[in-house]
């Protein structure tokens, strides 16, 4: 079980949005190099990165702050938001990302997220955002017809590293993780599942080490890390037991 803390980028800041609302963005950090460092620090394995402003663009819009979360971290970073054509993910991946997560675009034109799989062995995530269980693009701005798990089975063989799946309805809104649809989609696709979307707090950890959630690589943090609710080094030591078979 990873536990990846978010940064979401806006205007060159680390945001956290209130149900993927653009509108209702809070600035919990100016500098996103010192934020990435910070989590390092706090002795968190990766780093989850999203260029909100790309996202509804359609291509980067904050690339000098991802640059400098490269520049003042060591650990692996996986980058989505606005990567749209097979040169965007050259260009993230030969800047020293560790995986790029494909969204929209893997909605729109599938066979570019097979294409990227084949070329960037484990290094292409996808990205699946729900309302009400259907798929939602373009910085969640539009909702598709399509659900969550039969987007995902498209990519069963691909060679997908992992897929995010983020139930838009809780994130940013502390309350909870969607344990249940993310285990549903765990167990319909071999691919591994990071849960993402109302982590709140240490209830949502001790969940998330239980048996059943075995099955998913982890859960991405963003609001409880930056408001308190969730203290790092409880949280890691928590995982660090159940990895020891102590917890």
Not at 21 to 28: E, G, N, P, R, S
Not at 88 to 94: E, G, P, R, S, Y
Not at 178 to 186: C, D, Q, W
């Amino acid at each position: 079980m990873i536990i990846f803390p978010a940064i979401d980028l806006k205007g060159g800041q680390c945001v956290r949005l209130k149900l993927g609302d653009m509108d209702q963005a809070t600035v919990f950090n100016d500098d996103p190099g010192a934020q990435a460092k910070a989590f390092q620090d706090q002795g968190f394995e990766w780093l989850h990165v999203v260029d909100l402003d790309g996202a509804f663009a359609g291509e980067s819009k904050n690339g000098e702050a991802v640059d400098a979360i490269l520049a003042n971290t060591s650990n692996p970073v996986q980058l989505g938001g606005g990567i749209r054509t097979m040169e965007h993910i050259d260009n993230w991946l030969a800047k020293g990302v560790a995986r790029v997560i494909l969204g929209t675009v893997a909605l729109r034109d599938p066979e570019l997220v097979k294409e990227a799989c084949k070329k960037y062995p484990d290094r292409i995530a996808v990205g699946i955002d729900a309302k009400g269980g259907k798929v939602a693009v373009e910085g969640w701005a539009e909702t598709s017809e399509l659900t969550v798990i039969e987007l995902a089975k498209q990519f069963e063989d691909a060679g997908v590293a992992a897929i995010i799946y983020t139930d838009i309805d809780r994130d940013g809104v502390l309350k909870g993780l969607n344990i249940e649809s993310t285990l549903e989609l765990a167990n319909a696709v071999s691919i591994p599942i990071i849960a993402s979307g109302g982590l709140a707090d240490i209830k949502d950890i001790e969940r998330l080490i239980q048996p059943d959630c075995d099955i998913l690589e982890g859960a991405i943090s963003g609001r409880a890390l930056y408001d308190g609710r969730l203290d790092p080094a409880e949280a890691l030591d928590l995982i660090k037991k159940s990895r020891e078979g102590l917890a």
